[in-house]
């Protein structure tokens, strides 16, 4: 069993920044990916950033690129995503999620277990 929390959403202007950080207590292992996705209202729930927690691998949606890095402590099980250079339609609730590395990293159909979820809102 693992619980993951989120941290660090808020309020930000456009062109800003936020660093969202997701710790997870249980067991992660080398064959676990840890993800931020995200959901605005009405809209589908959107793959943002994974991170192979063996190796270190990431992979970002096309809309964060250049923009997004996330990166993870193994020591405190916790993931960050920093987030630069925001603009509006970033706004949403982010969410952390831990999923297996041989499947699709990018569907939400792939991870187990989620977290709570964090809002990100950027003023224009």
């Known amino acids: 069993q693992v619980q993951l929390v989120e941290s660090g959403g808020g309020l930000v202007q456009a062109g800003g920044s936020l660093r969202l950080s997701c710790t997870a207590s249980g067991r992660i292992f080398s064959t676990n990916v840890m993800g931020w996705f995200r959901q605005a209202p009405g809209k589908e729930r959107e793959f943002v950033a994974a991170i192979r927690w063996s190796g270190g691998t990431t992979e970002l949606g096309d809309s964060v690129k250049g923009r997004f890095v996330i990166s993870r402590e193994n020591a405190k099980t916790t993931v960050h995503l920093q987030m630069n250079s925001l603009k509006p339609e970033d706004t949403a609730v982010y969410y952390c999620?831990?999923?297996?590395?041989?499947?699709?990293?990018?569907?939400?159909?792939?991870?187990?277990?989620w977290g709570q979820g964090t809002q990100v809102t950027v003023s224009s």
């Open positions: 999620a831990v999923g297996s590395v041989y499947a699709d990293w990018r569907r939400p159909g792939n991870y187990g277990y």
